[in-house]
Every structure is written in structure tokens, then in C-alpha cells.
């Protein structure tokens, strides 16, 4: 049934959702209020990369572990329902090590020359991935830019930072190369529409404050700002209008702020669809002061080895302290996408730590409780708006309308000990309503939650001590 919002009120009667726990002596149930007329940002996704040559580890998989695989990624009824990929656009000569390699391995000599573009077909696995996330539904493609090919940059290098030629600031022998790197972003865009992917989102820096052995291109905001008043007008001149524009991935949350208000000050914002940040040096924080979208595109715990646990005394790899992550980002920063660093990652690299959602073995994997913490948001889909929620100590908890008119409500109980739930919707109820709840604690992974709705709409479901839980509540069926 395809409802909006006015049709679901209309359906409404004053009709309590109440939680009545089965199994175990309740404590008083707790009501936790949705208020849909208090409405906050609209939610693009979320996600994850397979970046640096991880998609082949799915490429490589033999069936039927790669569909499981790709089942854990995308399915939104028995995975993480992930809907944004974020997928990095090479740099590199070559693809030694776990290089990205370049579509433009060579530049021509002179930044106006004809760009002789090679086209592998693979992208380092991720057009695979990429097509089969269409096969799921998935519509959100960001292509993001660790650095320009070398031969575009100050250190004729695509790796250990230096700029790219043409910002202020920079001189080089051979010209601007501020045009020629947009026509290449756009260039890879087409590539990737002739193979059935479209890329909604490009972003042409990665981390811009941090200089690295490998790809990585240093930018201020105010040198972005130059690169994005070029990037505009030639996506737009390519037809491609409704490519939206990320910047700048920087290392923390202080300096994509930097970066934001630069390109600000510089007249671009309007030019840009989401500013984005990493959380490695300075976490998530107060909103960002902008008019545009804010997401969180990459982050992880890089140092803690290998951890499947949902809650280990609150460790970083933990899938409870990712859960509130995720949910911080959301509800207390104004996120409006939330994207985790690997999806995929084999065991030799970096020690087998935790920058990983799912460990695969050569032909074997294992999923980590980070994934199942992503999954019990995976009914707040894409154009979701974010609704207000009040109500339960112990319990954080935000709601989400779709634009099905569906309402999806998340609550993490910070308790040790199972709570039960009563679910209002101020004002009014939905008559009638279908609701459907699932959990994820240390032994279970969204598994389903039985709610029961008794003749007086009343539905019940509780939430273990340092669980999760998740309502799907769509118009029931009218009589
Ligand atoms: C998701 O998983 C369910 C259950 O296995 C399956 O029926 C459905 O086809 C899957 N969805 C997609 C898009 O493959
Ligand atoms: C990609 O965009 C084209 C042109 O707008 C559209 O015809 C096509 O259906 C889209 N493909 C997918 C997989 O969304
Ligand atoms: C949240 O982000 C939206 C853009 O998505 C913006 O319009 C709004 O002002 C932001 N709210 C706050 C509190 O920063």
C-alpha cells in the first residue's frame, strides 16, 4: 500500500501502541512518542566502500558465498540494506599492490591535449559491485577521487600528496590542469552510465589534509572552491545536471568545517549537494553550519584486531558502540548519510583489524556485529525524513517517514536489562497498523521480534539490555 503522510494521518484513530513483554516479568513499559510533525533532515543512505581492489574479494568469491555476501551488503529484509557505494575513482599507473588504477594512466602534454582514456572494464572490482548493488535497488553511487593522476599535480604523483596545477598557489610547468581533471571526472561518470551504473554523488578530494604514501591530493577549502567553479558548469555542460557535489573528506569532523566555511566564504556552497567528513582526527560533532547536506563518508576502528562482538566493554570494533556512533551522527549532527569504511577486507591486510564490516577468507567470510548495528536502520530508506521522538530513560531513540509513507523507529536501550516498548505517534495512531520489530544483541542479528497487535491496536515488543531495536510501522490494510 503507497501512502503519503496526509493519508496515513487520515487513517489514524487514538489508539496507544503499548509493549506487553512475553517471557519475562515486565518492568513498566516505557513510551517512546513519534512526533511526525517535528521534522528534521531527509536521510540519503547508508553505506560503504570496497575501495583499493576489496571489491575483488567479492569478484573472487565463488557462488553461493558471493551472494551471501552481497545478500549481508544489500538485502533490506535479511542484510544491512545498504543504499549508498562509495567507490573510489583511481589514480594510480597501475594496480601493483591494491592500487586504483587510473583511466588516464598518461596525460597528454599540455592540459588542452586529447586524453587518451583506458577503460578496463573492472574498476578494480568495484563496477561489479557496483552492478550488483543495482540488482538490489541500490541508487546512490558516490565516485570519490583520492587524487588526480599524478601527471595533473605539483609532484607529478599520485601519492604523497602535492596539488593539483592550477590552484592558487601552485605553479607548474606544464599548465592548469584544473579543466582537464574535470573533464576526467566526468569522463569516468560516462564510463560508469554505459555499463548501467549511475553515479549520483562525485567528489574529487580524499582526507585533502593528509599526505600519504599512497594516492592522496592536498586542497585548503579555498582551492577547492576554485576546482568546484569549474566542476559545476562542466557536469552541467555534459548533461549531467543532477550529479551532485561532495567535498571535501577531510581526516575530522574540525577540519571539514574548515573546509565548508572556506567554500563558503568563496561563493560555492550552492554549488556543492553534501559536505563530507571523516571522523578519524576529531569525531562527528555539533551540526555543521551550512545550508547543504552534511554526510559521514568514512570511518572505522583501525586499530583494534579482528571482533565479531556486539558489546565487549564498549570496544571500538564493537557493533553496540558503532550502533551509537551511527546514531550520533544522525540524530545529534544532522547527518544525512552515514558511510562506513570497508564493507570487505581480507585477513592479511593491516593485521586483520576492524576497518572491516565482513572478514573474507580466500572462499570463507565471517561478518562482524558493526554490519548488524547498520542493519537495524535499514528501514529508513533513501528520501526518509528524519521525525522527532521523546519519551524513555535509558533509551535513545529517533523515527524516520518515508517516503511511503512508512515510519521506521530505531531505539538503543543503554540499560543493562530488557526493556518493553510502547511506541505513540502524537495526537493520533495508525488504525490498524502493521508493525514489525527485530533486534541485534550478542546472540542475535536483527532477528525478528514478535509484536503483537491486539484488537485495540495495541502492539508489544521488548529490546534486551544493550540491544537494539527497530520498528517498521506501514498502514495496515483498510477495512
Ligand atoms: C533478499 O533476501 C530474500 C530472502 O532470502 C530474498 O527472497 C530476496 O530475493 C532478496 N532480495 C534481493 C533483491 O535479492
Ligand atoms: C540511469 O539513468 C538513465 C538515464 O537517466 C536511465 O534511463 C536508467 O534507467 C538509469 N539506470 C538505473 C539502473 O537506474
Ligand atoms: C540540517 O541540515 C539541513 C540540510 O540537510 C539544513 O537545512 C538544516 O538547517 C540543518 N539543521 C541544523 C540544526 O543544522
Redesign the pocket.
Known sequence: MHLTLQQLIALAAPVLLVAAVPNIQPRQAQKITVDLSRKYQTIDGFGFSAAFQRANLIVNLQEPKQSEVLNLLFNTTTGAGFSIVRNGIGSSKSSNSDWMNSILPECPSTPDGTPDYKWDGKDSGQLFLSQQA?KFGV?TFYGNAWSAPGCMKTNNNDANGGNLCGVSGTYCRTGNWIQAYANYLVKYIQLY?QN?V?VTHIGFLNEPDFSTSYASMQSSGSQAAEVIKVLRPTLDRANLVNIGINCCEGTGWNVANQHASQIISAGAENMIYAFTSHEYTSRVGSPMRTTRKVWQTEYCDLNGGWSTSWYSYGGAGDGFTWANTIFNGIVNSNLSAYIYWEGVQDRATNNNNNEKLILIDGQNYQVSKRLWAFAQFRDVRPGAVRVGTSGGSNLKSTAFLNTDGSIAVVIINSGTSTQSIGIGLTGSTLSNPTVNAYYTDNTHEASSQSVSIATDGTASASVPGRGMISFLIQAGARA
Open positions: 543495482v541508487k552510465a548501467g549511475n
